[in-house]
C-alpha cells in the first residue's frame, strides 16, 4: 500500500460506538460491515497492518457458536498461506469475540467487477489457479469455506486472496438465532445441497468456485439475476449459464457446478486440471505451495479513472455490504504458470457444460458456422494464463474438455466427468498445407497410418510422409478449412476413437472427447468425423447417446464440450460431411440396414428437417462430400456392381457420371480450388490406390497417384 502509516483511503471513520482498541491492536477505521459483525483496519504494536472481524454480540452469546470459532480459528491459523490471508489471532472468549488476520491491499472481486466489468482472460484464469490453489490449502486443513463469493476474493498487487474462512463452521452454529440465509451461504453461489439442507461437505466450495469464476468472467451470476427463491430455485433445476465464460475454463466450471457433489472434483483435483496434469491418476498430488514458485506476473488492469482500493475483507470491497464480510487477503500468489507438461498435457480432465436449453451452451451454436481467420479467439494451446507477454502459460485441464450437460434428451447431460478440446487449442501446424497436398491412409507398415502427399504436375504424388506412426491403426481423415489440423478416427482395440494432429505431423496427436458428455458417445466403426468450417465444431457417428444409452446415429459435438447433440437423422444415418458455408450437413442413409443408401442434407440444428436428395434413385449411394464452394456434392454410387464417382448440386439437380471405369471408385474428395476431384479406386487389382480427375472433362482418363494402398483421401474441408 501507499503508506503503512496511512489510513486507507477506502476506510470509514470510526464512529462514536466503535472501539478504539482490540487486544493490543488499535484501531484505524472500518473496511466494512455484515450481518455477522463489522471489519476494522488495525495496527499491531510492531505497526502492522490487519484486518480484524468482530462479531455481533447477539450471535457471540451463543455457547457453541464461542466453542466452534475457537476451535475453526485454531485450524485456520494452520492454513497453507497459499492465496489465501494468514489467520494471526483469535480471541473466542472476549465479550466480542474476534478473528485478525494479515491485512491484503486490494479491492475485492466484486467490487472490482462492479467497476471495471469481467476479467481479462489472463487475469481470469489466474483468478482460477489462485482459488482453487486457496481451497486446496483451506481443505487440507479441515476446513470448509462454505461462502466463498466475490467479496470473500480479494484482488491483490500479487494474486487472488480467498478471506473469511477461519469461523464459516461456527457461524453456521449460530444461524439459527436469525435465520439469516446469507449466514450459511450467499444465494446466488449456495450449492444444491446447501439449500436442501443436506451435508455441508469441501464439494459446497467447489460449486463455488465454479460460481465465482462465472461471474468474474462475466459479470453475472451463474445463475442469473433474481431474488434468493429465484436463484436457489435455478440453482436446483436448472444449468449454471456459463455464456462468455473462457471456452477453455467453461468445462472444468461445468465440473465442478454438478448438481451431484460426488461428481464434483476435489480442489486437488482441480487444480491438478488447472494446472494441466496429463495423468488421470486419483493418487496425483501438487503442494499448494508450489504455486506461488510459479504463478507470477499478475498484473490487473484498471479501467481508466479507477484505480485499486485498500480492502482487506469487507464484503464489496471494503465497503458496507454484504453479509459474511471479512478479513483481508494475503501476500503474492498466483499468475502464470508455465505447466506443458509433455505431450500428455492434452489429455484432460474436466467435464462440461451443456446448454440448459435448445442444445447450445456458452461456446455458442453451430448453426451457420462459418469460416472466419479473425474468429478463432485465443489460439493457444492449453489455456495460457500470461499476464505479461514474458509469463508462459497455464495448461488448463490438460488442454481440453468437452462439456454437455443440461437440456432436453438431445442435449449433453448428466455426465461428471472431463473431456474435450477446445478449438484454440487444437494441434496446428506451424503453416498450412499448400493446395497440392492431400491427406490419406495407407497401411504399407503392417497397421493404417495417415500420409500427405504432394500432387505434382504430371505423374504420382511426391513428398509422402506420414504425419501419424502408431501400432494403431488411424482412418478416416477430416482436414480442417485452415489446412493445419487434421481429425481422425483410431481404432484402440474394440473401440474407436477421435483425435486431432497438427497437419504436418509435429507433435504427438491429441485424443477428443477423453471425457464428459461427448466421453459416452461411441465411435461407429468407419466413422469419419467432419470439421465445421470454423473449427469449433465436428459431426460424427456415434452408436450411443450421451448418457451412454443405445441411440444411434450423427451428432454434433463442440471441440470446447459446450454442445452435444443428436441429429434429428435417421439411426443408419452416417458418413457426414459439413458443407463450406456451416448450414447443412450432407450424409448416406437408408431405411433399412444397409452398406448404401440415399444422400441427405439437414440444416444444423437439433429440430431440424433432413431432405433426401437421391432418395429412390437406386438407393446405393454413400460418401457424400461437399465442393468448396459449397455448389455441389460429389459421392459415390454402385452402378451395375461397379462403384463410380456422381457430382450433383446440393438440391440434387445436374446430376452427372464423372468415372465409368470398372472397379470400386469411392471417397471422392475436391481440391481446395473444386476444380478436380481426388478419390480410391479398386481397378484391375485388390490394391486401393489414388486418382484425379476432372470432373468437367470426363473423356481424359484418369491420373494414377499412388501405387502404394491408399484409402480415405482427403484434400479440401468439405
Given amino acids: 500500500m501507499s503508506s503503512e502509516a496511512g489510513i486507507p483511503a477506502r476506510t470509514v471513520p470510526l464512529g462514536a460506538d466503535d472501539p478504539r482498541e482490540l487486544g493490543s491492536y488499535q484501531l484505524l477505521g472500518k473496511l466494512g460491515q455484515g450481518g455477522m459483525g463489522t471489519v476494522y483496519l488495525g495496527r499491531s504494536q510492531q505497526g502492522r497492518l490487519v484486518a480484524i472481524k468482530v462479531i455481533r454480540a447477539d450471535v457471540a452469546d451463543n455457547p457453541e457458536f464461542r466453542a466452534r470459532f475457537w476451535s475453526e480459528a485454531e485450524t485456520a491459523r494452520r492454513v497453507a498461506r497459499v492465496c489465501t490471508a494468514e489467520v494471526l489471532e483469535a480471541a473466542p472468549h472476549a465479550p466480542q469475540p474476534y478473528l485478525v488476520t494479515e491485512f491484503i491491499e486490494g479491492e475485492t472481486l466484486a467490487r472490482f467487477v462492479a467497476r471495471n466489468g469481467p476479467l481479462a482472460d489472463a487475469n481470469l484464469e489466474q483468478l482460477a489457479v489462485g482459488v482453487a490453489a486457496a481451497l486446496t490449502a483451506i481443505h487440507r486443513a479441515g476446513i470448509v469455506h462454505r461462502d466463498l463469493k466475490p467479496a470473500n476474493v480479494v484482488l491483490s498487487p500479487f494474486g487472488p486472496r480467498v478471506i473469511d474462512f477461519g469461523i464459516a463452521r461456527a457461524l453456521d452454529s449460530a444461524s439459527g438465532l436469525t435465520g439469516d440465509l446469507q449466514q450459511l451461504g450467499t444465494p446466488a453461489f449456495m450449492s444444491p445441497e446447501q439449500i436442501e439442507g443436506g451435508a455441508v461437505t469441501p464439494a459446497v466450495d467447489i460449486w463455488a468456485w465454479g460460481g465465482l469464476v462465472t461471474y468474474a468472467a462475466t459479470g453475472h451470476y451463474p445463475f442469473g439475476e433474481g431474488n434468493a427463491q429465484v436463484l436457489l430455485y435455478r440453482a436446483l433445476n436448472e444449468e449454471p449459464r456459463l455464456d462468455g465464460v473462457d471456452t477453455a475454463l467453461r468445462p472444468i466450471v461445468w465440473h465442478a457446478m454438478r448438481k451431484n457433489p460426488a461428481g464434483r472434483p476435489t480442489a486437488q483435483q482441480l487444480m491438478l486440471r488447472l494446472l494441466g496434469d496429463p495423468t488421470d491418476d486419483v493418487d496425483a498430488t501438487i503442494d499448494p505451495s508450489e504455486v506461488t514458485n510459479v504463478l507470477q506476473g499478475w498484473n490487473l488492469p484498471i479501467a481508466p479513472g479507477t484505480g485499486p482500493g485498500l480492502h482487506a475483507a469487507g464484503p464489496g470491497g471494503g465497503q458496507t455490504g454484504s453479509a459474511g464480510g471479512g478479513p483481508g487477503a494475503d501476500d503474492r500468489t498466483v499468475a502464470t504458470i508455465a505447466a506443458t507438461r509433455g505431450p500428455g498435457a492434452a489429455t484432460g480432465a474436466g467435464p462440461g457444460t451443456g446448454p440448459s436449453s435448445g442444445g447450445t451452451g456458452g461456446g455458442g451454436t453451430p448453426e451457420r458456422t462459418r469460416v472466419d481467420e479473425g474468429s478463432?479467439?485465443?489460439?493457444?494451446?492449453?489455456?495460457?494464463?500470461?499476464?505479461?507477454?514474458?509469463?508462459?502459460?497455464?495448461?488448463?485441464a490438460a488442454t481440453l474438455i468437452a462439456l454437455g450437460g443440461g437440456g432436453d434428451d438431445d442435449a449433453a447431460s448428466g455426465s461428471d466427468a472431463p473431456a474435450s478440446l477446445?478449438?484454440?487449442?487444437?494441434?496446428?501446424?506451424?503453416?498450412?498445407?499448400?493446395?497440392?497436398?492431400?491427406?490419406?491412409?495407407?497401411?504399407?507398415?503392417?497397421?493404417?497410418?495417415?500420409?500427405?502427399?504432394?500432387?505434382?504436375?504430371?505423374?504420382?504424388?511426391?513428398?509422402?510422409?506420414?504425419?501419424?506412426?502408431?501400432?494403431?491403426?488411424?482412418?478416416?481423415?477430416?482436414?480442417?478449412?485452415?489446412?493445419?489440423?487434421?481429425?481422425?478416427?483410431?481404432?484402440?482395440?474394440?473401440?474407436?476413437?477421435?483425435?486431432?494432429?497438427?497437419?504436418?505431423?509435429?507433435?504427438?496427436?491429441?485424443?477428443?472427447?477423453?471425457?464428459?458428455?461427448?466421453?459416452?458417445?461411441?465411435?461407429?466403426?468407419?466413422?469419419?468425423?467432419?470439421?465445421?468450417?470454423?473449427?469449433?465444431?465436428?459431426?460424427?457417428?456415434?452408436?450411443?447417446?450421451?448418457?451412454?444409452?443405445?441411440?444411434?446415429?450423427?451428432?454434433?459435438?463442440?471441440?470446447?464440450?459446450?454442445?452435444?447433440?443428436?441429429?434429428?437423422?435417421?439411426?443408419?444415418?452416417?458418413?457426414?460431411?459439413?458443407?463450406?458455408?456451416?448450414?447443412?450437413?450432407?450424409?448416406?442413409?437408408?431405411?433399412?440396414?444397409?452398406?448404401?443408401?440415399?444422400?441427405?442434407?439437414?440444416?444444423?440444428?437439433?429440430?431440424?428437417?433432413?431432405?433426401p436428395v437421391t432418395a429412390g434413385d437406386g438407393n446405393r449411394d454413400a460418401d457424400p462430400t461437399f465442393s468448396p464452394d459449397g455448389q455441389r456434392i460429389a459421392f459415390s454410387r454402385e452402378v451395375e456392381g461397379d462403384l463410380e464417382i456422381f457430382q450433383m448440386n446440393t438440391d440434387g439437380s445436374g446430376l452427372t457420371r464423372v468415372t465409368a471405369e470398372p472397379g470400386r471408385d469411392q471417397d471422392p474428395a475436391y481440391s481446395p480450388d473444386g476444380s478436380r476431384l481426388v478419390f480410391t479406386g479398386e481397378r484391375g487389382t485388390p490394391v486401393r490406390r489414388l486418382y484425379l480427375t476432372d470432373p468437367a472433362n470426363t473423356t481424359d482418363a484418369d491420373r494414377l497417384l499412388t501405387n502404394i494402398p491408399s484409402f480415405h483421401v482427403r484434400w479440401s474441408n468439405g
Fill in 376 to 396: 478463432h479467439r485465443n489460439r493457444r494451446g492449453p489455456v495460457v494464463i500470461g499476464a505479461a507477454a514474458a509469463v508462459a502459460a497455464v495448461v488448463i
Fill in 422 to 611: 477446445p478449438p484454440g487449442a487444437l494441434p496446428q501446424s506451424a503453416a498450412p498445407l499448400d493446395d497440392t497436398t492431400m491427406v490419406f491412409a495407407s497401411d504399407q507398415n503392417g497397421n493404417y497410418d495417415l500420409f500427405t502427399g504432394r500432387l505434382p504436375d504430371q505423374g504420382e504424388l511426391t513428398d509422402i510422409r506420414p504425419i501419424t506412426t502408431t501400432a494403431e491403426d488411424d482412418l478416416l481423415p477430416s482436414v480442417s478449412a485452415d489446412r493445419r489440423t487434421v481429425v481422425f478416427t483410431r481404432r484402440e482395440g474394440a473401440e474407436n476413437a477421435l483425435y486431432a494432429v497438427a497437419a504436418d505431423g509435429s507433435g504427438a496427436p491429441i485424443r477428443l472427447f477423453t471425457s464428459g458428455p461427448a466421453s459416452k458417445l461411441t465411435i461407429a466403426d468407419d466413422a469419419r468425423p467432419s470439421l465445421s468450417p470454423d473449427g469449433k465444431f465436428l459431426v460424427v457417428r456415434s452408436t450411443t447417446s450421451v448418457e451412454g444409452l443405445p441411440d444411434a446415429g450423427l451428432y454434433v459435438a463442440s471441440l470446447d464440450g459446450v454442445t452435444v447433440f443428436r441429429l434429428n437423422a435417421k439411426p443408419q444415418a452416417t458418413d457426414p460431411a459439413w458443407s463450406p458455408s456451416g448450414e447443412l450437413i450432407a450424409y448416406w442413409s437408408s431405411d433399412t440396414e444397409s452398406d448404401r443408401g440415399f444422400i441427405v442434407t439437414i440444416p444444423v440444428r437439433r429440430d431440424s428437417t433432413p431432405t
